[in-house]
């Protein structure tokens, strides 16, 4: 078996008993990005010279005898939303494309602390605006399983590095469904953790009261290990919380699976379906009790997104103004005569169409006259939504549902029609409204491409969510 395809834990032992070396390990996944990213094109931006001095360092600790850290010497990949001290940090955007970070993401500082080894940073869809990574301003991740699709989005650099073996591990955000969705078409896992369990400190806003930071990986296990690491409060976001000690770790016998009927809907592909359906019957062998249930709301999700979010992102993206940092046109042309027109043309020439559709879209549901008829309108019904996961969880444990309504489709398949695009994320997007865990592991194939099974927890359920996932894993074996 390649050193590419071990866990972290298998990694671990043979670094700490000496059998490879962490400049090792670091320069096998430098060769085979090398040999493989031309055509995956899963990062923006290298940092081999930088990992490999990491990687010598966790050596020197090593041979002096230390004891190191499970992430120690673990080749990873970082999103590029996501702050590297010193490093070019775009979000996807030529908005950002000349900015150099000042200082390190909480997530990426807690991952420094167990020294890992940063490999790059990965593609994405401009602002972490889209369902494909189609929208990135520099290039078009591709899928590893079938390279003629997408990988997914917006996280879709992360999702393949990993599915690809160009990392251990990797770090996205999730607003929408931005971890699962390309988990489930790259066939990977991917963890979207309760709102506040990872401090967003040095994550690039999107909207505030939806992002969250969760990690990617081949299985459960190695994505708990992560999650364990990056987890916790920060004083410099007031939206961290303490991790709460959980309740009893639950096991999959006995357990109560809820399975709500808003989730499987006309217009699902087959294959997905039996997929999903397969993995429930899987864990109702294995001991759990199937209940049905219903998210009545859960058909509003998408619309009620679809105001909050553009909402926070015309908030949110007024920093980019080509004054402070990023992309600037400082020239004027005839008739420009003041800064504002400098605004105008930095952000008509910076950011894509996808991020102005969502800009104006916002603006206009914020604006004087429709506020409460669409803004404060959608915040209600996000109560209601989360009511609903409130009521299900004094039923059951958890909730089974498929991630995605289909597995990754081709490219340019949906980039015309926004609104198909935007339905993509017809199963995650409640997630991210109601703040709760929710995590996506691969469950079979339909048509020869993955298919994801998303499990939702409670507030907090982190634990029992890897734990079961761990149980499903075997089981699906």
Same mark, same amino acid.
């Given at each position: 078996?390649?050193?590419?395809?071990?866990?972290?834990?298998?990694?671990?032992?043979?670094?700490?008993?000496?059998?490879?070396?962490?400049?090792?390990?670091?320069?096998?996944?430098?060769?085979?990005?090398?040999?493989?990213?031309?055509?995956?094109?899963?990062?923006?931006?290298?940092?081999?010279?930088?990992?490999? *001095?990491?990687?010598?360092?966790?050596?020197?600790?090593?041979?002096?005898?230390?004891?190191?850290?499970?992430?120690?010497?673990?080749?990873?990949?970082?999103?590029?939303?996501?702050?590297?001290?010193?490093?070019?940090?775009?979000?996807?955007?030529?908005?950002?494309?000349?900015?150099?970070?000042?200082?390190?993401?909480?997530?990426?500082?807690?991952?420094?602390?167990?020294?890992?080894?940063?490999?790059?940073? &990965?593609?994405?869809?401009?602002?972490?605006?889209?369902?494909? &990574?189609?929208?990135?301003?520099?290039?078009?991740?591709?899928?590893?399983?079938?390279?003629?699709?997408?990988?997914?989005? !917006?996280?879709?650099?992360?999702?393949?590095?990993?599915?690809?073996?160009?990392?251990?591990?990797?770090?996205?955000?999730?607003?929408?469904?931005?971890?699962?969705?390309?988990?489930?078409?790259?066939?990977?896992?991917?963890?979207?953790?309760?709102?506040?369990?990872?401090?967003?400190?040095?994550?690039?806003?999107?909207?505030? !009261?939806?992002?969250?930071?969760?990690?990617?990986?081949? !299985?459960?296990?190695?994505?708990?290990?992560?999650?364990?690491?990056?987890?916790?409060?920060?004083?410099?976001?007031?939206?961290?919380?303490?991790?709460?000690?959980?309740?009893?770790?639950?096991?999959?016998?006995?357990?109560?699976?809820?399975?709500?009927?808003?989730?499987?809907?006309?217009?699902?592909?087959?294959?997905?379906?039996?997929?999903?359906?397969?993995?429930?019957?899987?864990?109702?062998?294995?001991?759990?009790?199937?209940?049905?249930?219903?998210?009545?709301? *859960?058909?509003?999700?998408?619309?009620?997104?679809?105001?909050? @979010?553009?909402?926070?992102?015309?908030?949110?993206?007024?920093?980019?103004?080509?004054?402070?940092?990023?992309?600037?046109?400082?020239?004027?042309?005839?008739?420009?005569?003041?800064?504002?027109?400098?605004?105008?043309?930095?952000?008509?020439?910076?950011?894509?169409?996808?991020?102005?559709?969502?800009?104006?879209?916002?603006?206009?549901?914020?604006?004087?006259?429709?506020?409460?008829?669409?803004?404060?309108?959608?915040?209600?019904?996000? &109560?209601?939504?989360?009511?609903?996961?409130?009521?299900?969880?004094?039923?059951?444990?958890?909730?089974?549902?498929?991630?995605?309504?289909?597995?990754?489709?081709?490219?340019?398949?949906?980039?015309?029609?926004?609104?198909? @695009?935007?339905?993509?994320?017809?199963? &995650?997007?409640?997630?991210?409204?109601?703040?709760?865990?929710?995590? !996506?592991?691969?469950?079979?194939?339909?048509?020869?491409?993955?298919?994801?099974?998303?499990?939702?927890?409670?507030?907090?359920?982190?634990?029992?969510?890897?734990?079961?996932?761990?149980?499903?894993?075997?089981?699906?074996?």
């Amino acid at each position: 078996m390649e050193l590419r395809d071990l866990s972290i834990q298998e990694l671990h032992e043979k670094l700490a008993g000496k059998k490879i070396s962490a400049v090792e390990l670091a320069q096998e996944f430098i060769a085979h990005i090398k040999k493989t990213d031309g055509e995956i094109c899963a990062y923006l931006d290298y940092h081999f010279d930088v990992a490999l *001095t990491e990687a010598k360092e966790v050596d020197d600790r090593i041979a002096q005898g230390d004891r190191i850290a499970l992430l120690a010497g673990i080749p990873c990949a970082i999103k590029d939303n996501m702050l590297m001290k010193d490093t070019r940090t775009t979000a996807g955007s030529k908005i950002l494309a000349p900015y150099v970070a000042s200082y390190d993401a909480y997530a990426v500082e807690r991952l420094r602390q167990e020294r890992a080894v940063f490999l790059g940073k &990965t593609n994405m869809d401009e602002f972490a605006m889209g369902s494909s &990574t189609e929208n990135s301003a520099f290039q078009k991740t591709k899928n590893p399983v079938d390279t003629m699709r997408v990988p997914g989005g !917006s996280s879709g650099g992360s999702a393949a590095a990993v599915a690809s073996r160009q990392a251990v591990f990797a770090l996205g955000s999730d607003t929408g469904g931005s971890i699962r969705q390309p988990a489930s078409f790259c066939g990977i896992v991917g963890l979207k953790p309760t709102y506040g369990a990872v401090s967003r400190s040095g994550l690039m806003a999107m909207a505030s !009261s939806l992002d969250q930071i969760g990690p990617f990986a081949k !299985s459960v296990q190695d994505v708990e290990t992560v999650f364990e690491v990056i987890k916790g409060k920060d004083p410099k976001d007031m939206t961290s919380v303490h991790f709460p000690q959980e309740a009893p770790l639950k096991k999959l016998k006995g357990l109560n699976v809820g399975v709500p009927k808003e989730y499987f809907i006309e217009g699902m592909e087959k294959g997905v379906t039996e997929a999903v359906k397969k993995s429930i019957a899987a864990m109702e062998r294995a001991g759990a009790h199937i209940i049905p249930i219903s998210l009545p709301h *859960t058909k509003y999700a998408i619309a009620v997104y679809y105001i909050i @979010m553009p909402a926070e992102v015309s908030s949110n993206l007024a920093r980019y103004d080509g004054i402070r940092f990023g992309y600037s046109t400082h020239h004027l042309t005839d008739g420009d005569t003041d800064l504002a027109a400098v605004y105008d043309r930095s952000r008509s020439e910076g950011l894509g169409k996808e991020v102005k559709r969502r800009v104006m879209l916002g603006t206009y549901v914020l604006s004087a006259g429709y506020y409460d008829a669409y803004y404060k309108k959608a915040q209600q019904v996000r &109560t209601k939504i989360t009511e609903d996961f409130t009521r299900a969880f004094t039923q059951v444990d958890l909730i089974a549902t498929p991630t995605s309504p289909t597995v990754a489709f081709t490219f340019g398949a949906k980039t015309k029609d926004p609104l198909s @695009m935007y339905l993509a994320d017809v199963f &995650t997007v409640p997630v991210n409204l109601a703040g709760v865990p929710a995590l !996506s592991m691969p469950c079979g194939l339909s048509e020869g491409l993955p298919v994801g099974l998303q499990l939702i927890g409670p507030w907090f359920g982190e634990r029992t969510l890897c734990s079961v996932g761990k149980e499903i894993e075997e089981a699906l074996k």
